[in-house]
């Protein structure tokens, strides 16, 4: 049959154009092989993203996905944690008389293939500073002049020294001019410009990251496919060979963390992208087709304290509480071993700028000692009990209603958490607080509540105690502390939700946020958290380990970093096997 067909019987050995091609077809396809088959990285989400207009994506889920299309000009290195140029050919060159810093483009493409330029930069950084973008223009006020000398030289003239610059002004995603310009017009005409500009539907994404937008099935799945104008593809950068080695990322939405783990299990997902509670960890230990990552994350859980009232106006009472609390046993008890007490308002993965010169109250001592040493902390600033918790043998005792040092009783106070459904570990602290707090005649009460309420209880309306809250995911560059304890923001709205007034810390912090010089910033930075560890407007408790989840022998090349293996490396790194 083959034989006929080749060489054409009942034509004396002429062959029709249309055969001879599909022959030769066949041959070649018999030649190379079959075609290789695609390979997907399919990833559990929880939720949707809210949009795919990254001026208005403020949610978890949207920045996730958004991350993978838009690209910064520098990012962190997975190892030092120092920024690497990324759309930036090189380190920034600065002109210290001229305050200007140069940056040099790589050679680059937007997914549509059309030249990514210093021009989109420049745009990019007019756009935010124009509109005012919430979460971006604190990072670009003081960017007086952009000049773009040509296609892949940007200069930034800085009104005065600001160090974040480095850290999160030159990490701002770049977005296209040609896809933005028309929107901006637009949105520059209405009466509210920043609110037409935040809801301008954006339904096809146009970046230069490794992946692009292919299709979104609402409430069921996204899919992003290999971008084949990626520039980092095939480069080398931070020592590591880069793809997308996968040709493509498909987003399958579960809503519920039983549902994404099932799937994880069943192998209808290689990867869950969020932390895994405790309480699936047995299971997922015992089960040979899935592979855990623990990694340190950027994160600060707290308890916040009211300076502005009674009783956590008095430094002596906030240290009596730091004694009291028993970090050791919220590790091991409540967050099962997975986690690091905090002392420093500084997370210890951030290993440059963590301080460990701090005291650590009451590290180390049995509940006994914790109850002897508070309450010499109180007794020696004059508090008193008519039945004082420790007797003249030394024993810890049921004690009576705590008096302040002018004869009246503490007044009751609450502790308020965000409610265990939301958060089983911050409500069992609260709980667990109270009790350490009582032992000392403070008439303390765990309060939960909904989070939404709480937010407003503290940072609307100032109407609390002390409350337990955390920062998830806290940036690598310390300015966040001089945003958190300034007594300039201590306002409606105001990140110093505390009421901390300390005119030595706000001298501090302004030098470190205007220190250029990596190393004297960092002894700045230190002295920050020293000062903050001695007045306690927050009390630091823990950093919960992050636990990731995905299926063994599907890829290979997850890169692990301070925040998890979830991110634009390992996406970069993953191969099949």
């Known amino acids: 049959?083959?034989?006929?067909?080749?060489?054409?019987?009942?034509?004396?050995?002429?062959?029709?154009?249309?055969?001879?091609a599909l022959l030769v077809t066949g041959w070649i396809l018999f030649a190379a092989g079959p075609a290789p088959a695609a390979h997907y990285l399919k990833i559990g989400l929880l939720e949707e993203p809210k949009t795919l207009n990254i001026w208005l994506a403020g949610d978890t889920w949207s920045r996730k996905v958004l991350s993978q299309i838009y690209q910064p000009l520098y990012l962190r290195d997975p190892e030092t944690l120092r920024f690497v140029p990324w759309l930036a050919a090189e380190a920034p060159i600065l002109d210290q008389k001229e305050l200007c810093y140069t940056v040099k483009l790589r050679p680059?493409?937007?997914?549509?293939?059309t030249a990514l330029t210093s021009r989109d930069v420049a745009f990019t950084a007019?756009?935010?500073?124009?509109?005012?973008?919430?979460?971006?223009?604190?990072?670009?006020?003081f960017v007086k002049r952009i000049e773009t000398p040509d296609s892949r030289t940007v200069k930034f003239y800085l009104s005065k020294p600001k160090a974040i610059f480095l850290t999160r002004t030159l990490a701002?995603?770049?977005v296209q001019e040609s896809q933005w310009r028309s929107v901006a017009d637009d949105a520059a005409k209405a009466e509210k410009p920043l609110k037409r500009l935040l809801k301008y539907e954006v339904k096809q994404p146009v970046g230069s990251g490794p992946f692009v937008l292919k299709e979104w099935r609402q409430g069921a799945y996204l899919f992003l496919r290999k971008n084949p104008h990626f520039f980092a593809q095939g480069k080398s950068i931070a020592g590591m060979k880069l793809g997308p080695f996968i040709d493509g990322l498909i987003f399958k939405i579960f809503g519920t963390s039983d549902a994404a783990v099932l799937a994880l299990k069943k192998g209808s997902v290689d990867m869950f992208w969020w932390g895994i509670q405790p309480g699936y960890l047995e299971d997922l230990r015992s089960n040979t087709d899935i592979r855990l990552f623990s990694s340190e994350k950027s994160a600060l859980y707290y308890m916040g304290l009211n300076l502005r009232r009674p009783p956590f106006n008095d430094l002596h009472l906030r240290r009596a509480?730091?004694?009291?609390?028993?970090?050791?046993?919220?590790?091991?008890?409540?967050?099962?071993?997975?986690?690091a007490k905090m002392h420093s308002m500084v997370p210890p993965g951030n290993r440059f700028y963590y301080c460990d010169e701090v005291r650590r109250y009451g590290d180390g001592l049995d509940r006994t000692a914790r109850v002897?040493?508070?309450?010499?902390?109180?007794?020696?600033?004059?508090?008193?009990?008519?039945?004082p918790p420790v007797d003249e043998a030394g024993r810890v005792v049921e004690p009576s209603w705590l008096l302040a040092p002018d004869g009246r009783p503490v007044p009751k106070f609450s502790i308020l958490t965000p409610p265990a459904d939301y958060d089983p570990n911050r409500a069992m602290c609260g709980m667990i607080i109270q009790e350490w707090l009582r032992a000392l005649g403070m008439p303390a009460s765990a309060k939960p509540m909904a989070f939404g309420s709480l937010i407003q209880q503290v940072k609307v309306r100032r109407d609390f105690d002390a409350f337990i809250l955390a920062y998830g995911n806290l940036s690598l560059d310390p300015d966040y502390l001089r945003s958190f304890f300034h007594s300039r923001n201590d306002r409606v709205r105001g990140r110093n939700t505390s009421g901390y007034h300390n005119p030595e810390f706000d001298r501090v912090a302004d030098a470190a946020s205007s220190q250029m010089d990596r190393d004297k910033r960092r002894a700045l930075v230190c002295d920050l958290q020293k000062m903050l560890n001695r007045d306690l407007p927050w009390i630091p408790l823990y950093n919960p380990n992050l636990i990731e989840a995905v299926r063994r022998g599907k890829v290979k090349g997850w890169v692990q970093m301070l925040g998890g293996i979830g991110n634009l490396w390992s996406f970069c790194r993953l191969k099949p096997l």
């Open 1 to 20: 049959m083959f034989k006929a067909l080749l060489t054409g019987n009942g034509m004396r050995g002429r062959r029709p154009p249309m055969l001879c």
């Open 108 to 113: 680059a493409k937007w997914s549509d293939g």
């Open 126 to 141: 007019r756009l935010i500073q124009e509109f005012k973008i919430p979460r971006y223009i604190s990072k670009w006020r």
């Open 172 to 174: 701002t995603p770049i």
């Open 321 to 339: 509480v730091a004694t009291l609390i028993d970090k050791n046993f919220i590790i091991s008890r409540i967050l099962q071993g997975y986690g």
């Open 372 to 387: 002897r040493r508070a309450y010499e902390i109180l007794k020696q600033a004059g508090y008193r009990w008519e039945t």
